[in-house]
């Protein structure tokens, strides 16, 4: 009986150090309060020598972010960058996110991951017609006569 009351107190010891209310009646343990959170266009710096050579070579550069919370997972929009691609998302060397993340019930310990991940491809190069589909018919005319 006293091992058990000794792990009862324990418990609740952790708990109240974590602003959390345990009830021993009940048996039940659970935060005291609750917030929500709200991101917005994450911002990552990026060296002038890697956009140097982003910018010059062949190479395309995609990137996404993962915001991580617990056991919930949300993915931005991909962005890309390179010769010839869009780079309305990048900004005297900084890399932004427009998306917006929207975490609730988060606990008074939270702790939120952001990760970057990146993937280097060549810049594809088609020709027009051979991208499309586009069969060139030659028709000739002969003059009889």
């Known amino acids: 009986m006293a091992l058990l009351d000794e792990i009862h107190r324990l418990k609740a010891e952790r708990n109240l150090s974590r602003n959390e209310t345990f009830s021993p009646n009940k048996r039940d343990m659970g935060p005291s309060c609750y917030g929500n959170m709200n991101l917005s266009d994450v911002q990552f710096n990026l060296q002038r020598s890697f956009m140097r050579r982003a910018m010059e070579g062949e190479t395309v550069y995609h990137f996404l972010t993962l915001v991580k919370y617990r056991n919930i997972v949300e993915p931005s929009s991909m962005i890309s960058i390179g010769n010839g691609t869009n780079t309305g998302s990048l900004k005297e060397g900084t890399l932004l ?11 008074p310990d939270f702790k939120i991951i952001i990760e970057l991940y990146m993937l280097e491809t060549r810049r594809e190069f088609l020709p027009h017609e051979a991208k499309y589909h586009i069969k060139k018919v ?6 009889l006569g």
């Open 97 to 107: 996110f427009p998306n917006s993340f929207i975490l609730n019930h988060l606990y």
């Open 138 to 143: 030659r028709k000739y005319f002969f003059i």
